[in-house]
């Protein structure tokens, strides 16, 4: 069947805030289907407040909002817009909760729009546990022993049935929140109450615990007529009772024979036959390693994460294919754009091998449970393409960003043999490097087997590693060990550090394409990985699309992390898109499986490669380009720089000295000092003892970071000496230091950050962004707002001026980020970063200044000037944007709350209006603030210094009807102070206190603060916990309570703000 | 790959591949020292390769795996399709020597070293695979020792053809498998078959009699089957002038038959169609086929060299109901004649998808309906 001709006019619903579990997939499979439907010549109304993302770029859809993805809100939009259909399966979870809601309410047949794709009873059958289980058995497909509870009595006596442990899954919530296994009726009990209050229809499965079987999934497209085809098998290292997205995951199934290949690909088939999806859905399964049992563990009929990793691991594009299936195509009818030969409707082959690895958050959650089970925590992954398994771990490895080229972990060194063997029993995010170090104390594979339950297969794989660095270690490093060493992905570098020896004669990369066939027909695919083989593929390629462009590769940012979001890929891409207007022929290089940026057809090549010097390497001897940009891609991409250098490789833009200049502690003082340009005073330091003195020269509170930081990665404030000594011992734990430490005068004042396009000469601020919270709160944490609403002029001319100073001296050329403090009435630079940041996604969006574009003609010799702009900064339109962090707290257990320097969200939403109100109420609504009075009571703990100004908040809250709780020492200053507040118990005083407060479902708002945090035994950290568990909106600064005081009073609903269409700014 | 004590079974001989048109690959040496000269051929399947190794249409052939990772699961007593391995010669990328799965006996090197054959590893598998495409099929050889003389290597290596494959995969002597529940006979016609064909029919209540491949009609007759089965086999299907000429006769009867891959192709070539040899073939798992009556695309196992040239198949004898998505090749022709059709993948699978199954249901109703109306 062809294009259903009356589709004219779709509704998109994107995925929202990057919240772990639901990252840049959605804005990948996003991206690829507007760009779809806008290719058959559809009408595109898309929804998302992310705006970090690319889907939301003004060129991806006709109408674009970005506006609170909530029920009402869509229905306001479905009235304005009128699309005659919806497309609900490529949004993520949020998107297909939401379009259900739709449907079920009977909204989208009274405004007559047609659900695309996939129909509601499909997605129940799928997704509510009961339906799910009858479908399944309906069609003969074994499920895990199961039973759905909506009360814990319930759940706890038949748990005793099935036997302990249990897994606890709860329905309709996003990467598994609120799961858990439970091994006896007390954990049950825990884990299950907690899963029915996460789950919105409260109810959670309580299932027979199968942990220690193989979780394998296959990724499966079906069309309108029923042709129906797995794209990819992928097995999961970690055996069942990981999540999968918390697992280390092999494309394809390493470790089935064609029999259990076969039996689950069956499966997987009639599973979707029997749904009826018409789409792409993904299958999971646990498979008993020693018979053929299986059972079916989950069903997602819609793109997901693993369906975006799948689509990088095989080339095949099932966002795009699924977009044109939901249209009215078949699969015989979709053109295999890889080939151009073939059609969508066959089955990827693989030629080689992948690893996907997660990247955690606990580099900054450094006291969250590292503990993996059901909820997922990763942020991000990356993914690594080789030849052997080995050598795509490694890939991998090194690709995650935590410093490390092979599988040893520093801080296992010094454990003892015993102590190395009950880490084994740990499931968490170092197990594979405990693994790797048990095997070389000597701990039988056997043995490793049984505690972790990771199939042999894999653990033979990582002993061939330890076995070769051993092996390396001794003799002579022949032509024959140095290749099988390069073949197991050991770089030059670490096989000279192991043999001390040079290798016998490099062995230069060899890159293959990807081209989803296995080379079976002939592809024009720019899509490669490296290896060490005779045929560089890539050579070819570059010979056969020479025309006599130049050639500039982009550097990209590497997986997602807290500080280093999908901002990054959004400027990367943007960066590309201006390259190949401008006549070059651009290059990217990136990890990322997530990102738009990975999508072979972005670029002119993409390279799937680390970003690390000597894998980068390869590529530039291969390409040979004519320059490279850095300022895109985040510190991934500006840690290359000095590699680049000595390899003389034109760096365009803002030269290496003075990258140096603004990073370095000294250089960048003198520099200030010259321009007369204030800074909170500063030092530096590399060890414990000097950080202390220093600090104490200084005067607490201090600021104290790594240089050569994002994100504020590892950034506290340190009130005391004590806090210096914690920060310095986690800091030096696992690498070697070799940059100093910046301790820096913390002051607590207004913090103010401008993105700015330079050419040398002449520099432009597009908008000048204004923090709610003051400084200390992470600029990334800090609701933002575009045009400054509280700033006099002079400062205003202030700021403008000393930017203007500053690019100048530092000489940039195309981007950097500057953040300034106004304290006490005077202004201070704290940061100068010369790159693109965070910020630089949403204000291109609000300010209709296209920043990345601009810069890359920057970079590539324009000047502002010829490029149509004005010096200085750009007038403010008629728009205010509130930018409003979104954070994952709930999912990460004992991960403290409290906002400070370290950045913690991980995600963004924005909210667009006329005035500053309208525009606060949409920001924290995406948000996912509740505005609406539900409860009574607000309850306020705070720390003494923040006891003055929490007074006339607390009013704020009275005058709105609220009654105010506050423990002890609060109540009593409100008390005194004139403000009525009900004294509670904390929650380790005898009840009625906290706890019961907050399970009473009285409260609406917590406003906690306090001195120190981090550390989960503390009580300020377990209130925090305590309410965020309970999904109770949980405020950590006095500056965002304030906010949501003030957008309260303001009385703004969805009555009286406007729907913004962007596209029309 | 690699040494050190634990990464035992070891032998670190150098092979070496080399192409008639003179190209070398020099490799590590797996299963059996010697010489195996074939022609050699890829197959894209990333699973199966016990069942690879055992078919015996790869007779004559030396088979390059290009999924890299080879022998993970090891090798078992039941994922064979007959008694031995049939190919000549082994090209891998990387063999696994730990292999890890619960019906794992030995592992793939001893197995190759146990049946004979010839393998190399460590070999660039996707550049090979490119040579072929671009160049098509060629001879070659799978060597421990190399050749002093390469110029009167390389003239044998072009001399080499495949002849006679039928005849020597073929059972000998007829032999009987009774179903659990027999409801009917079925004659497989032994080409060179698979064992999945015979354990198929078997489950779908069949009794079986194998019967060699020059069976002739008289011989058909004297078993009274209700249907026959034409296996697959290995081969330039025009050598087999004997069994188009029995087939012809056999055809006489009113017995349905089903005719799979080298089976599909000699029936067209005794229904007097032509079969031509492609440039590389098509090995592998995933193989789309539309199949014309359902109007829906199937993925399919396939391992041929030959097809049947699709304009030969005429309206009077047929008509094509099966082609490939991929190039629009014939797949598989439904006769005139009553309760004939065959194909040229593989409903029974193995290695590969088992998504062709309903071909052996249609087989069984063709006799259903033939017993029916007498």
Known sequence: ?1065 | MVSSSKMAYHKYEPAWLILEDGTVYEGRSLGCGGTAVGEVVFTTGMTGYQETLTDPSYFGQIVAQTFPLIGNYGVNDTDRESGRVWLKGYIIREWCYEPSNFRSKSTLGEYLEQHNVVGIYDIDTRALTRKIREHGVMNGAVTTEYPDDTGAFLKSLKGFVISDAVRSVSDKKPSFHKAEVSKYHVVLMDYGYKSNILRSLNELGCDVTVMPWDSDKAAIEKVAPDGIMLSNGPGDPNENKKIINNLKEILKTDLPVLGICLGHQIMALAFGCRTQKLKYGHRGANQPVMDLEKRRIFVTSQNHGFAVVKESVTEDIGNISHYNVNDESCEGIKYKRPGTFTVQFHPEACAGPHDTRYLFDRFIESMEKKNAAE
């Open chain 1, 1 to 1065: 069947m062809p294009l259903n001709k009356d589709i004219k006019k779709v509704l998109v619903i994107g995925s929202g805030p990057i919240v772990i579990g639901q990252a840049a997939e959605f804005d990948y499979a996003g991206t690829q289907v507007c760009r779809t439907l806008k290719e058959e010549g559809i009408e595109v109304v898309l929804i998302n407040s992310n705006p970090a993302t690319i889907m939301t770029d003004k060129t991806m859809a006709d109408k674009i909002y970005i506006e609170p993805l909530t029920l009402s809100v869509l229905k306001k939009i479905i009235g304005i817009e009128k699309p005659d259909s919806i497309l609900p399966t490529l949004g993520g979870q949020m998107g297909l909760t939401l379009s259900m809601k739709l449907a079920r309410e009977g909204f989208l047949e009274s405004h007559k729009v047609r659900l695309l794709g996939t129909d509601p009873l499909t997605i129940d059958k799928a997704e509510d546990r009961q339906m799910f289980k009858d479908m399944l058995e309906s069609i003969g497909e074994p499920v895990i022993e199961s039973r759905v509870a909506e009360k814990i009595e319930d759940a706890l006596l038949y748990a005793e049935e099935i036997k302990y442990p249990v897994v606890v899954r709860p329905a309709y919530t996003l990467g598994g929140t609120g799961g858990g296994i439970a091994n006896d009726p007390e954990e049950l009990r825990i884990i299950g109450t907690d899963g029915l209050r996460q789950s919105p229809i409260t109810q959670i499965l309580i299932e027979k615990c199968v942990s220690g079987w193989k979780e394998i999934e296959f990724e499966v497209m079906r069309d309108s007529r029923g042709n129906t085809i797995t794209v990819c098998s992928m097995e999961n290292l970690d055996p069942v009772g990981v999540h999968t997205g918390d697992s280390i995951v092999v494309a394809p199934a390493v470790t089935l024979a064609d029999k259990e290949y076969q039996m689950l690909r069956n499966a997987s088939i009639k599973i979707i036959q029997e749904l009826s999806v018409c789409g792409g859905c993904n299958c999971q399964f646990a498979l008993d390693p020693g018979s053929f049992d299986y059972a079916v563990i989950e069903v997602n009929p819609r793109v997901s994460r693993s369906s975006a990793l799948a689509s990088k691991a095989t080339g095949y594009p099932i966002a795009k294919v699924a977009s044109r299936i939901a249209i009215g195509y078949t699969l015989d009818e979709i053109r295999n754009e890889v080939t151009q030969k073939t059609y969508a409707c066959f089955e990827p082959a693989l030629d080689y091998v992948v690893v996907k690895f997660p990247k955690w958050p606990f580099d900054k959650f450094v006291y969250a449970k590292r503990t993996l089970g059901t909820q997922m925590k990763a942020t991000g992954e990356v993914m690594a393409i080789g030849s052997f398994f080995e050598q795509a771990l490694m890939k991998a490895v090194r690709s995650i960003e935590l410093g490390l080229d092979t599988l040893n972990l520093k801080k296992l060194k010094e454990k003892t043999d015993e102590e190395i063997k009950s880490l084994l029993y740990n499931c968490d995010d170092e197990r594979i490097f405990v693994v790797y170090e048990a095997f070389k104390r000597g701990v039988e594979l056997d043995e490793i087997y049984k505690i972790t339950g990771i199939d042999r297969w894999f653990l033979s794989k990582i002993n061939n590693l330890v076995y070769m660095e051993m092996f390396l270690e001794e003799g002579e490093l022949t032509k024959e060990k140095y290749k099988d060493a390069k073949d197991l992905g050991f770089l030059d570098s670490t096989i000279k550090k192991l043999s001390g020896q040079e290798p016998p004669e490099k062995i230069p990369a060899a890159f293959k394409m990807v081209d989803t066939c296995a080379a079976e027909f002939a592809a024009e695919t720019p899509y490669f990985y490296a290896t060490y083989d005779s045929e560089n593929e890539a050579a070819d390629h570059i010979k056969k699309s020479d025309i006599g462009r130049k050639k500039i590769i982009v550097f990209g940012s590497g997986p997602i992390r807290i500080g280093q979001g999908i901002e990054f890929d959004y400027c990367s891409v943007h960066c590309v898109n201006a390259l190949k207007e401008s006549g070059y022929e651009a290059i990217i290089v990136n990890n990322n499986p997530e990102t738009v940026s990975t999508d072979f057809d972005i670029s002119d090549r993409l390279y799937f490669e680390p970003l690390t010097p000597e894998d980068v390497d390869g590529i530039i001897e291969t390409e040979r380009p004519w320059g490279v940009i850095v300022q895109f891609g985040g510190q991934t991409a500006i840690k290359l720089t000095k590699y680049l250098l000595e390899k003389g490789v034109n760096i365009l833009g803002t030269s290496a000295d003075s990258i140096d200049e603004a990073e370095d502690r000294k250089r960048f003082d003198s520099l200030l000092e010259k321009c007369g340009i204030p800074r909170p005073r500063g030092e530096t330091a590399y060890d414990t003892e000097t950080a202390v003195t220093k600090a104490d020269r200084l005067g607490y509170p201090v600021l104290l970071r790594p240089s050569y930081v994002l994100g504020g990665q590892n950034m506290i404030i340190a009130y005391s000496k004590e806090d210096v000594v914690e920060y310095m011992d986690i800091i030096t734990a696992n690498i070697e230091l070799e940059n100093p430490v910046l301790i820096d005068k913390y002051l607590m004042g207004k913090e103010i950050e401008v993105d700015v396009v330079c050419d040398g000469e002449d520099f432009v601020i597009p908008g000048i962004m204004e923090h709610i919270e003051r400084a200390g709160v992470h600029s990334g944490d800090s609701i933002s707002v575009y045009p400054p609403q509280s700033l006099d002029d002079d400062v205003v001319d202030k700021i403008v001026k000393y930017t203007g100073i500053l690019a100048e001296e530092l000489k940039v050329v195309g981007m950097v980020n500057i953040q300034y403090v106004l304290f006490e009435k005077e202004l201070y630079v704290i940061e100068v970063n010369p790159r693109s940041s965070r910020t630089v996604p949403y204000i291109s969006k609000v300010t209709n200044v296209p920043v990345v574009r601009l810069a890359t003609k920057v970079l590539l010799g324009q000047k502002l000037s010829e490029l149509g702009y004005k010096k200085g900064l750009a007038p403010a339109g008629e728009y205010v944007a509130v930018k409003v962090p979104v954070f994952s707290f709930p999912k990460l257990t004992d991960a403290d709350s409290q906002l400070g320097p370290e950045m913690k969200s991980t995600g963004e939403v924005l909210g667009i209006d006329k005035d500053f109100e309208s525009a606060l109420y949409k920001g924290l609504l995406g948000a996912g603030y509740g505005l609406t009075k539900v409860d009574e009571i607000v309850l306020i703990t705070v720390k003494d210094a923040d006891k003055p100004e929490a007074v006339p908040l607390a009013q704020k809250f009275i005058d709105l009807g609220y009654s105010i709780a506050a423990t002890e020492g609060t109540a009593r200053y409100f008390n005194s102070h004139g403000v009525p507040a009900i004294k509670v118990n904390a929650f380790d005083e005898p009840r009625p206190n906290t706890d019961t407060l907050f399970d009473s479902g009285a409260v609406d708002f917590v406003v906690s603060t306090s001195i120190a945090g981090r550390k989960p035994a503390m009580r300020s950290v377990q209130l925090r916990r305590k309410a965020i568990e309970r999904n109770i909106v949980t405020l950590t600064s006095i500056d965002t309570a304030n906010a949501l005081a003030n957008c309260l009073i303001s009385g703004k609903n969805l009555g009286n703000v406007n729907m913004v269409d962007i596209t029309e700014i």
